[in-house]
């Protein structure tokens, strides 16, 4: 085995190409302006990317099992939602570390619990994930409306910016709790028998079942831990805004598909890995901030992402077609 193809075996072909296009990215960015590869700007893209690479992870799971989580934002904010009843139940701005921590585990509550009901219907009533994670994402926006009447519920304890908007050795807050959040996933996923259960569940669902694993049991656990670590984004939400509302991060969802496909995620299930998705998401963002310093509109970002997601299955689809040329296909 060449060098090459021992790297490639060790890291992934898409993490070696997303790497690759992540420089070209950074060096193109930095020729266009001199502003991007400043350390004001690094530091801005790691404050931001977090909360998406959380929603991200969120989405990550359900998707390698076969299915997908459209409620994902809403879970998020129903969670913060829940912290910010706390606190507010305890003085708002003048609650003290115990309310915070008490709210925080409402929070990982109703992450979990809204998980659990979706898991409980797409693994034993089999309805498919993508009808049930739509009720469930139009039943908690419309409960979240209706607790806040279309408002925000805003004045938080000022300990909260420490989480959203400190630094710990230089490293932004959110951008560590999102590095522990990913490597936790790479190492239940790798790891972890639940982990196993997923890749089985995605790649064939009833031969999972033949082989003798708890599908509906793991079906239910996939969901659960998709809504626990929406609450952790909806709690870094909550910090980083100051406020929560129901519509925060609405243009999010789309974008955890995309950096879970640029990242490799097989549509269908049963292949991935978390380390091409982190790599993605740094794309995304490093293509997003670039763009805005050379004066872009906003909105071009988000085509340019669109683009570039065809142009990453194009090239997915010639490689496939190469690959199968040499094994003498025609």
């Known amino acids: 085995m060449t060098l090459r193809e021992r790297i490639t075996a060790a890291f992934g072909g898409e993490t070696l190409a997303l790497l690759a296009f992540l420089v070209v990215v950074f060096v193109a960015f930095s020729l266009a302006t001199p502003l991007f590869l400043t350390g004001a700007n690094l530091r801005s893209m790691a404050f931001q990317m977090p909360v998406l690479g959380l929603l991200t992870l969120a989405m990550l799971v359900p998707i390698l099992s076969g299915g997908l989580n459209l409620a994902i934002i809403f879970q998020a904010n129903i969670s913060g939602l829940a912290l910010a009843w706390v606190l507010i139940q305890f003085g708002g701005a003048d609650a003290g570390v115990g309310a915070f921590i008490l709210?925080?585990?409402?929070?990982?509550?109703?992450?979990?619990?809204?998980?659990?009901?979706?898991?409980?219907?797409?693994a034993y009533v089999g309805a498919h994930p993508i009808l049930v994670s739509l009720a469930m994402m139009i039943f908690l926006r419309g409960l979240g409306e209706f607790l806040t009447r279309g408002g925000d519920i805003s004045g938080f304890p000022d300990y909260m910016n420490v989480l959203g908007h400190g630094s710990f050795l230089g490293i932004p807050m959110p951008m560590i709790v999102f590095l522990v959040a990913a490597l936790v996933w790479h190492i239940m996923l790798k790891r972890s028998k639940h982990g196993f259960s997923v890749y089985m569940i995605g790649s064939n669902i009833q031969a999972a079942e033949y082989s003798g694993l708890h599908t509906r049991r793991t079906l239910v656990l996939i969901y659960v831990i998709s809504g626990m670590i929406c609450a952790v984004a909806g709690i870094l939400m909550a910090a980083r805004f100051n406020s929560v509302r129901v519509g925060h991060g609405e243009a999010l969802l789309l974008v955890t598909v995309l950096a879970c496909f640029l990242g490799g995620i097989d549509p269908f299930g049963g292949f991935g890995r978390v380390l091409p998705v982190v790599l993605a998401l740094i794309i995304l963002q490093a293509l997003s901030s670039g763009l805005n310093l050379i004066g872009a509109n906003q909105h071009l970002s988000t085509a340019v992402w669109g683009l570039f997601l065809i142009g990453v299955m194009a090239l997915r689809w010639l490689g496939e077609r190469w690959r199968y040329k040499r094994r003498g296909g025609t």
């Not at 709210?103 to 797409?122: I, K």
């Open 103 to 122: 709210g925080a585990a409402l929070a990982l509550l109703a992450g979990a619990a809204s998980g659990a009901l979706m898991g409980v219907v797409v």
